[in-house]
């Protein structure tokens, strides 16, 4: 059974940071691309950061996040990263890592809800003025 558990979401204040962890089971996250994604009150979920299977492909992040957020992978420990510094209130939200089947690399653009599978329950960020 296929099974992603994220955490290390939490309350912060603006400006600081966290990590966020996206452990699976079940799941060989090195022969993916992986994402994460997140969803705020009332707000469609929006497609963060992806960071492809391969070393030699391109990781991307929203513009919203872009010199904020480093995805990363560790492929021994199944397990992926989103670290988030300079938080801001509007990164309020649900967060998701989810893994991309088919293709290799990411998109080039906004992961597709659609294309990513095997998602977990989220962790939560809350980021106060």
């Known amino acids: 059974q296929v099974q992603t558990v994220e955490s290390g979401g939490g309350l912060v204040q603006a400006g600081g940071s966290l990590r966020l962890s996206c452990t699976a089971s079940g799941l060989a996250i090195d022969r993916y691309p992986m994402a994460w994604f997140r969803q705020a009150p009332g707000k469609e979920r929006e497609g963060v950061s992806c960071i492809p299977r391969w070393s030699d492909g391109s990781t991307y992040y929203a513009n919203s996040v872009k010199g904020r957020f480093t995805i990363s992978r560790d492929n021994a420990k199944n397990t992926l990263y989103l670290q988030m510094t300079n938080l801001k209130p509007d990164d309020t939200a649900m967060y998701y890592c989810?893994?991309?089947?088919?293709?290799?690399?990411?998109?080039?653009?906004?992961?597709?809800?659609?294309?990513?599978?095997?998602w977990g329950q989220g962790t939560q960020v809350t980021v106060s003025p």
């Open positions: 989810a893994a991309r089947r088919g293709l290799d690399y990411c998109s080039g653009s906004s992961p597709e809800e659609s294309e990513y599978h095997y």
